[in-house]
């Protein structure tokens, strides 16, 4: 059996295992349920009544020429999604107490993390975790659209790193 489901929630009691068993009484319409966000409106809201894309997220621009929009941006989490065009890349950095995942959600993505690059597409993340350098960039022909989470901040917990000051992991220790 299948149910269209449109632009109505169904209460569930968690006993109900037979569609002809629902409470058809406590279905209300998705607008009486979830308030009307503004933009500018983005971590002000209920999570679990509220909805919120790129019209309504906080908007930032990065290198002059990529889109980044916060859908959450708490101290203990941040969700953005960013627009990258064909040919730029951000610099290497890290952050000390941060963990990130990166999840493409259209076009081809490159990663270089402590200096070795994965290269992922859609469906696919790829995790950083705290203290490793990391570049995201974009080599394919197309713009790139990546959903990265993390686990507060990473903004305010950003260093730039001089990528000729890593050492190599081949070089031998002098001696």
Request: glycine share 6%; net charge negative; charged share 25%.
């Amino acid at each position: 059996m299948r149910i269209k489901v449109s632009t109505e929630i169904i209460a569930v009691k968690k006993d109900v295992t037979n569609a002809r068993d629902l409470d058809r009484s406590a279905v209300r319409p998705v607008s009486e349920m979830a308030p009307t966000l503004q933009p500018g409106d983005s971590t002000a809201m209920k999570p679990e009544r509220s909805t919120i894309d790129c019209s309504i997220a906080q908007h930032y621009a990065w290198s002059g020429v990529c889109d980044g929009w916060r859908y959450v941006d708490e101290s203990d989490m941040s969700v953005i999604v960013e627009r990258i065009p064909s040919g730029v890349s951000e610099l290497t950095h890290l952050h000390r107490n941060v963990r990130q995942l990166f999840y493409v959600l259209e076009g081809q993505a490159s990663l270089e993390v402590d200096g070795a690059v994965v290269r992922f597409g859609p469906g696919q993340a790829v995790h950083v975790p705290p203290g490793t350098t990391h570049r995201f960039f974009n080599s394919s022909p197309g713009d790139t659209r990546i959903l990265v989470i993390s686990s507060g901040p990473a903004r305010n917990d950003r260093e730039n790193v001089d990528v000729d000051s890593i050492p190599d992991p081949h070089d031998e220790e002098p001696g």
